[in-house]
């Protein structure tokens, strides 16, 4: 199998880290200077962009056939995801973290 970088997955990590600072930033300084209610969204918005981050490093689609991918999740394992219908794996140039000692 080939191994090439997943450029694509760089990205939406990239879009999906900025938009969900965006958003918790966002609200908490609303909440901060206008209501503090504001909490609310900001604590909202902050779980769900730590579940999509979740949904995001164990998923990817195929940059080649958009097919969807998973990945073996295998502590101190580069962050890869193998496209069998392509014969690529995709390689984000990331380890996954091993437990602490």
Same mark, same amino acid.
């Given at each position: 199998m080939k191994r090439l970088p997943a450029k694509t997955w760089k990205r939406r990590h990239f879009a =999906?880290? +900025? @938009?969900? /600072?965006? +958003?918790i930033f966002g609200f908490a300084f609303a909440g901060a200077h206008a209501n503090h209610w504001w909490f609310l969204p900001s604590l *909202? /918005?902050? *779980? /769900? @962009? +730590? @579940?999509l981050k979740r949904i995001h490093f164990r998923r990817s689609r195929c940059e080649k056939c958009g097919a969807t991918l998973k990945r073996a999740m295998?502590?101190?394992?580069? *962050?890869? +995801?193998? =496209?069998?219908?392509?014969? *690529?794996i995709w390689d984000t140039g990331l380890v996954q973290d091993g437990p602490p000692a």
């Open positions: =999906c880290d +900025f @938009t969900g /600072a965006l +958003f *909202i /918005a902050g *779980i /769900a @962009t +730590f @579940t295998k502590d101190n394992s580069r *962050i890869s +995801f193998a =496209c069998k219908r392509c014969r *690529i």
